[in-house]
């Protein structure tokens, strides 16, 4: 039995044990999991959030409805069992969000992917917007004069920055960092490993930001 399909709603998936009627969202449409206060936790896809409500351990949703999943046929009514599933869903249980504070006990883990996006995918160097091969990852100490792999001493650079700065700090080759580097926050973090982050996630997102978060400033001046 197929679910009924109304107005411009698409099926995109089906499959023997439920189906999954978009509201116009790919299936690959990421959705912001929060603990039960609203804690930014992280993202899940459809499948996730679907185990999630089946495990009743689906507390609230917030957002948009992305999707209307349906399930097998409930023996009472007949009927198959249908749940939305919205842009944000707050679980129950654990939290494991480490809290606002910047610096306080948590680093996120250091990868190009987050780091690129921090410095919204330009050298910070020149100045000039690359796509993700195109970028390196540059230390501002260099390693040789005792640099660290550290989220405080990278920034992105294209490779012509990269290489014409060498193993010098910026003051030795005489350029200047568009943009202090910084450790990203949890919330932070959780924003910048977002693909396709929708509007009322990232609005949702800048909300648990600190007032002080250098991503306001950045996201006005650069936006992604
Ligand atoms: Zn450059």
Known sequence: MKPEIHGNVQV???RDDFGVVSQGYP??????RTDVSGMPLEWVDYREAARLYH?????????????RLYGGTCAKTGLRTTVDVNSIIATLGHTGNP?????????PPLNNQTLFRRDAYLCLYCGARFTYSLLSRDHVTPFSRGGQDH???VVSACRRCNNAKASRTPEQAGMQLLAVPFTPTYAEYIFLKG???LADQMEYLVAHFPRSSPLHERMQRWPM
């Open 27 to 32: 299936l690959s449409q990421q959705i912001l």
């Open 151 to 153: 989220w405080k001493n």
């Open 55 to 67: 495990t009743e351990q689906v507390a609230y949703a917030c957002g948009t409805l992305l999707y």
């Open 195 to 197: 693909r396709r982050v």
């Open 99 to 107: 809290g606002n504070l910047r610096g306080a006990g948590y680093t």
């Open 12 to 14: 995109l998936d089906w």
